[in-house]
């Protein structure tokens, strides 16, 4: 039976060209093996928005470790911040001829500690008060996806909850493609709805709340296009709207603003380039919200085929504008205030690579590095450098299995 | 509250609509046969759907932007 899905999804997909492509050369071997996994509107007219053939099943761990903060910027508190362990498990298959579903299931155990509120040192520079002996917290997310699937295009819905000690969230998200006429114009949209509470824990560090909630509605749409035989743009936009307790109830001096909107732009470029064996890949956002901040995102990869793989050397470079209620030191004094790091002006810079190598025919490898890095001055928008911008190193292994 | 400036957002707006359509005017039709660069993995929008989600999660976490290629999901306590 799982013989007879796999022949119905190929021949639902298999293009009639095809087989008039000269197959002896390994490059047309694999752009063969590629046009039959080829979502419609990458592939002809009379093709179908197809489910995977396979199903997948995926494991993967990631460790991230934040560089411990300057000595030199503590006031009081240990200098060692997060370290995060992330297992992520998943299984996906075809259900029938038109449907999918997928189960994920993430789990983060987290240790460290982070900065509390930001004070004055007595040489009058700026030091962080930290949150003293290293927090721990686990949290668990499960999530399930189902797609449906017609000729000229998909749709999904999911639903996820996650539960950390101090922390709940159930989101729920639909999204959409369909493709035009000659398949090579793909329409995206897709909406979510997301309802989190919060019960910060009573600990090393007082917090002044015991249970406030979230509500935050998103929204997308977008535009990818097929603008040659090596070269695809795509375009999109997004609005996100949060209402509810939005401060950080683990910071000291934190009072921000109970709505929150944000817009992003983003466009991307992908280039194939045949003399090389490889593809280009560019990405820029730009976000504004109406706390004031808004940035630039800028990420360049290089995707290069190697026997038996795909090597993806990337840079991103990322620069922020202080939030208007943001400052070194937080002025209570204000409506809204706070001093967390994250709401400052900075520049920061991502390097890193991944590697996804095929081990025979069923299994495959990915493996990935990175490493980020902060600085005031990097930025392209002025604002004062807060004391505790972070550094930080992820590593990546995962393992991934298809069968029928 | 408001947006910072929204000379800049409506700039974008209009920018990225000029590019897209720039972009659109010099599309070649492209027959069903010859889209097999465009399925290469190197062409993909993003390296995985679990891979994109996870760093997603670890940039929103740190910074102040959100957003992009898709619609929000729950929150955490991220601090």
Redesign the interface.
């Known amino acids: 039976m799982a013989q007879a899905r796999l022949e119905a999804a190929v021949a639902a997909t298999k293009?009639?060209?095809?087989t008039?492509?000269p197959g002896s050369s390994p490059l047309m071997k694999r752009?063969?093996a590629?046009?039959l996994?080829?979502p419609a509107y990458?592939?002809?007219?009379?093709?179908a928005d197809a489910p995977p053939a396979f199903t997948e099943v995926?494991l993967?761990y990631?460790h991230?470790s934040e560089d411990s903060i300057d000595q030199d910027a503590v006031i009081f508190g240990a200098t060692d911040r997060y370290d995060i362990d992330?297992t992520?498990l998943?299984i996906e298959a075809p259900v029938g001829a038109s449907w999918s579903v997928a189960l994920?299931v993430q789990n983060?155990y987290?240790t460290g500690a982070?900065p509390w509120f930001v004070g004055a040192q007595q040489d009058g520079e700026p030091g962080v008060i930290m949150s003293g002996a290293s927090i721990q917290?686990n949290?668990v997310?499960v999530g399930v996806t189902t797609r449906y699937f017609w000729a000229d295009g998909n749709a999904g819905f999911s639903v996820?909850?996650?539960d950390?000690?101090?922390?709940e969230?159930?989101?729920l998200?639909f999204?959409a493609s369909w493709n035009t006429a000659?398949?090579?114009r793909t329409w995206s949209t897709?909406?979510?709805s997301?309802?989190?509470t919060?019960n910060p824990t009573q600990g090393v560090i007082p917090v002044f709340i015991t249970e406030e909630d979230?509500d935050?509605q998103?929204?997308?749409f977008?535009?990818?296009?097929?603008?040659?035989?090596?070269a695809?743009?795509?375009?999109?936009?997004?609005y996100?709207l949060s209402e509810g307790y939005l401060s950080?109830p683990?910071?000291f001096r934190d009072q921000r603003?109970d709505?929150h909107?944000?817009?992003?732009?983003?466009?991307?470029y992908?280039r194939?380039l045949?003399d090389s064996d490889?593809?280009l890949?560019i990405d820029y956002?730009?976000?504004?919200?109406?706390?004031?901040?808004?940035?630039h995102?800028v990420e360049l990869a290089w995707?290069?085929?190697l026997p038996g793989g795909?090597l993806?050397p990337y840079v991103r470079y990322?620069t922020?504008?202080e939030?208007?209620f943001f400052s070194v030191i937080a002025d209570t004094e204000a409506p809204h205030y706070a001093d967390d790091y994250?709401?400052s002006s900075y520049g920061?810079v991502t390097l890193g690579a991944?590697w996804?190598v095929a081990l025979g025919e069923n299994w495959t490898l990915?493996l990935?590095a990175e490493r980020?890095m902060t600085d005031a001055d990097w930025g392209v928008f002025h604002g004062d450098a807060a004391p505790a911008l972070?550094d930080?190193w992820?590593g990546?292994v995962?393992i991934i299995w298809r069968f029928d | 509250m408001r947006y910072k400036d929204r000379s800049h957002l409506a700039r974008g707006i209009c920018l990225l609509t000029m590019l897209y359509l720039t972009a659109c005017s010099s599309v070649k039709t492209v027959a069903p046969y010859d889209r097999g660069y465009l399925a290469e993995d190197g062409m993909k929008w993003d390296e995985g759907t679990r891979n994109a989600k996870l760093k997603g999660h670890v940039y929103t976490s740190k910074e102040a932007s959100s957003g992009g290629a898709g619609s929000a999901g729950g929150g955490c306590g991220c601090n």
């Open positions: 293009p009639p060209a095809l008039q492509l752009l063969g590629r046009l996994a080829l990458q592939t002809g007219t009379a093709l995926g993967r990631t991230y992330v992520q998943w994920d983060d987290q982070s917290d949290r997310e996820s909850h996650s950390e000690d101090d922390y969230a159930t989101a998200a999204d000659d398949d090579a897709s909406f979510s997301s309802r989190d919060l979230l935050t998103s929204a997308y977008g535009v990818s296009q097929i603008l040659s035989r090596t695809i743009a795509r375009i999109g936009l997004s996100t950080d683990y910071k603003p709505t909107e944000r817009l992003s732009l983003s466009a991307g992908r194939f045949i490889a593809s890949q956002r730009y976000y504004a919200d109406t706390w004031g901040t808004d940035s995102t995707a290069q085929n795909l993806t990322y922020q504008r939030a208007d994250r709401l920061a991944r996804a990915e990935e980020y972070v930080f992820r990546t995962g």
